[in-house]
């Protein structure tokens, strides 16, 4: 299923503030490379539980979707459904009323009420999924390893360090994000 992102998240899970505490840093010298490294670190961490952490806007097309069955979006986890679109053959789009679909966002899933006659050649969902709009609704933890990431990659700038064992990361930030790694059984 393919997946656009349409607007990213508004604010990051960390504060430039917090992790200049962390790394114990006074000045505002590095505030654009730090930053980064928030940004970095938590797409690293998204990728590695895929979840997202921060709200953010996404589009998903599905080409067969018959009424009454749940479709797990493609990011997760979901917050809303805010809008669905039938697209025509010659690819007019139609906005279908709220009426015709449900979201399920402890399944991650929308739901197609009704089918559209003709049958269009797919539906376009836009979505939000995000575990809340600000860092105080990402898990302490979490933000406990964006915070240690940031400061391993501020601290080790060349990914090689001659005389010393390269190190992937710091010590332990997989650990304190395994417990929200979603996993497929099937």
Same mark, same amino acid.
Request: charged fraction near 25%; glycine fraction near 6%; charge should be negative.
């Given at each position: 299923? #393919? ?8 604010? =990051? ?10 790394? #114990? ?7 654009? *490379? ?17 979840? !997202? ?15 009454? =069955? ?56 836009? *979505? ?18 964006? #915070? ?5 990659? *501020? ?21 304190? !994000?395994?417990?929200?790694?979603? !996993? #497929?059984?099937?």
């Amino acid at each position: 299923m #393919r997946r656009e992102l349409i607007s990213g998240p508004a604010a =990051e899970p960390v504060l430039l503030e917090e992790a200049k505490a962390h790394l #114990r840093l006074d000045t505002d010298d590095e505030d654009a *490379f730090v930053g980064a490294l928030i940004v970095a670190a938590r797409i690293a961490i998204e990728s590695e539980i895929r979840q !997202v952490l921060i709200a953010q806007a996404w589009r998903t097309a599905i080409p067969c979707w018959r009424a009454g =069955e749940a479709i797990e979006l493609p990011v997760q986890p979901l917050l809303s459904v805010d809008a669905v679109r039938a697209v025509a053959r010659d690819g007019t789009a139609s906005p279908l009323p709220a009426e015709a679909y449900a979201a399920d966002p402890a399944e991650g899933t929308a739901t197609l009420l009704s089918e559209m006659s003709p049958p269009p050649v797919r539906y376009e969902v836009d *979505f939000t999924a995000g575990m809340g709009s600000s860092g105080l609704d990402v898990p302490q933890p979490i933000r406990l390893a964006i #915070r240690m990431l940031t400061t391993h990659w *501020f601290e080790n700038r060349s990914p090689v360090v001659l005389g010393e064992r390269p190190t992937e990361g710091p010590a332990g930030w997989r650990e304190l !994000v395994a417990p929200y790694r979603r !996993v #497929r059984l099937c």
